[in-house]
């Protein structure tokens, strides 16, 4: 393989991994939100 190829296979499963981590993240904050940092209870508004 060259080095232009060998820098793209590994470019491409790293943003894949990137992607993922980012997903996971948002999804943990907006888990987050309605959570009472001190109780862990759901604290949505009725």
């Known amino acids: ?4 190829a060998l820098q793209r ?3 491409i499963p790293t943003e ?3 992607s993922a981590f ?7 904050r907006d888990e987050s939100k ?3 940092p001190h109780s862990g209870k759901d ?3 009725n």
């Open 1 to 4: 393989m060259t080095n232009k």
């Open 9 to 11: 296979a590994y470019a």
């Open 16 to 18: 894949i991994m990137a």
């Open 22 to 28: 980012t997903e996971e993240l948002r999804k943990r």
């Open 34 to 36: 309605n959570t009472c």
């Open 43 to 45: 604290i949505t508004p």
